[in-house]
Nanobody
Framework: EVQLVESGGGLVQAGGSLRLSCAASGFTFDDYAIGWFRQAPGKEREGVSCINISDGRTYHTDSVKGRFTISSDNAKNTVYLQMNSLEPEDTAVYYC????????????WGQGTQVTVSS
């Protein structure tokens, strides 16, 4: 059974940092891609960052480039999202999800972790 578990969310002031973790199990880790998405109240779900585990190639949406970094620890089957210079607009529930590659469809999702950035 595929399982993705997010952790690391919380409340932080603008300009601060958080590191989110996505612990994965139930599949061959290096055969897939892990993406981070977020959804704020009243807004559509937005793709934030993605990593192809096999080659380490990463992708970010423009609004987080230079502030967020996605990485993987293959020995721990874990993907991280390091978020720096956080802004109130980053407030959302953050989810990780599984795909065969970053440009493909995401079929398995974690439960989400809340990130709240105060002014």
């Amino acid at each position: 059974e595929v399982q993705l578990v997010e952790s690391g969310g919380g409340l932080v002031q603008a300009g601060g940092s958080l590191r989110l973790s996505c612990a994965a199990s139930g599949f061959t880790f290096d055969d897939y891609a892990i993406g981070w998405f977020r959804q704020a109240p009243g807004k559509e779900r937005e793709g934030v960052s993605c990593i192809n585990i096999s080659d380490g190639r990463t992708y970010h949406t423009d609004s987080v480039k230079g502030r967020f970094t996605i990485s993987s620890d293959n020995a721990k089957n874990t993907v991280y999202l390091q978020m720096n210079s956080l802004e109130p607009e980053d407030t959302a529930v953050y989810y990780c999800a599984l795909a065969t590659y970053c440009s493909g469809g995401f079929g398995s999702w974690g439960q989400g972790t809340q990130v709240t950035v105060s002014s």
